[in-house]
């Protein structure tokens, strides 16, 4: 059975093209975080890096805007889920903080699945 907050909170995962250290502030501020630097996970190709998300029910945040609205495109037309896939224009890492936790207050995983969502 699954506990109601399973649907609350945002799982974050950060790909290798984000900054080390936001993953380390965002965890500061309380949040599931995991970043591709820390766990091994660079070098992998993007659709690697959403599957690693998806097998740990993460959303995932890339400034890799064109590949993951495209993986995003794909996963829809054969109806595959994930845990959502937030993309950004490249900003500073204090910018990409600011309005990661402003995503991070207002919207709960739920509302995130199988969704693209610019930041």
């Given at each position: 059975m699954k506990d109601e907050n399973d649907y609350l909170f945002i799982r974050l995962?950060?790909?290798?093209?984000?900054?080390?250290?936001?993953?380390?502030?965002?965890?500061?501020?309380?949040?599931?975080?995991?970043?591709?630097?820390?766990?091994g996970n660079r070098g992998l190709s993007d659709q690697d890096q959403l599957e690693y998300a998806i097998s740990q029910k993460r959303t995932i945040f890339s400034f890799n805007v064109s590949d993951f609205t495209k993986l995003h495109r794909?996963?829809?037309?054969?109806s595959k889920e994930h845990y959502g896939i937030?993309?950004?224009?490249?900003?500073?890492?204090s910018e990409t903080?600011?309005?990661?936790?402003?995503?991070?207050?207002?919207?709960s995983s739920d509302d995130?699945?199988?969704?693209?969502?610019w930041l």
């Open positions: 995962y950060l790909d290798e093209d984000v900054y080390k250290k936001a993953a380390i502030e965002l965890r500061r501020k309380g949040f599931d975080v995991v970043s591709a630097h820390e766990i794909e996963y829809v037309l054969i937030v993309v950004s224009r490249r900003l500073s890492i903080l600011n309005r990661i936790l402003g995503l991070l207050d207002k919207v995130l699945k199988n969704m693209l969502l």
